[in-house]
């Protein structure tokens, strides 16, 4: 099992990681020591999935903000800069 310290490679990785571990932890046939180490395991993979996901969010939110534009849907569409087509 890798440290509790190990960066994933990429979100989806760490995810599919964190599903693992959780699997294994409900199925309840794994050893105090190695309950414990999953466990550390599992909350450092949350730590970055949450971080990935709040990252992911804000570039939402600059790109809402700074390019994307609201776009009439009846009638004549609105441009990234705001004039008509």
Do not use: H, W
Request: glycine share 10%; with cysteine; hydrophobic share 40%.
């Amino acid at each position: 099992m890798p440290q509790p310290n190990d960066a994933p490679a990429t979100f989806e990785a760490a995810l599919a990681e964190l599903e693992e571990i959780v699997a294994r932890m409900e199925g309840g046939q794994l050893p105090l020591k190695e309950s414990l180490a999953a466990y550390q395991r599992g909350a450092a993979l949350l730590q970055y999935c949450q971080a990935a996901l709040k990252d992911a969010e804000m570039q939402v939110d600059v790109l809402e903000k700074g390019v994307l534009k609201a776009f009439e849907t009846a009638g004549g569409e609105v441009g990234p800069d705001g004039d008509e087509s």
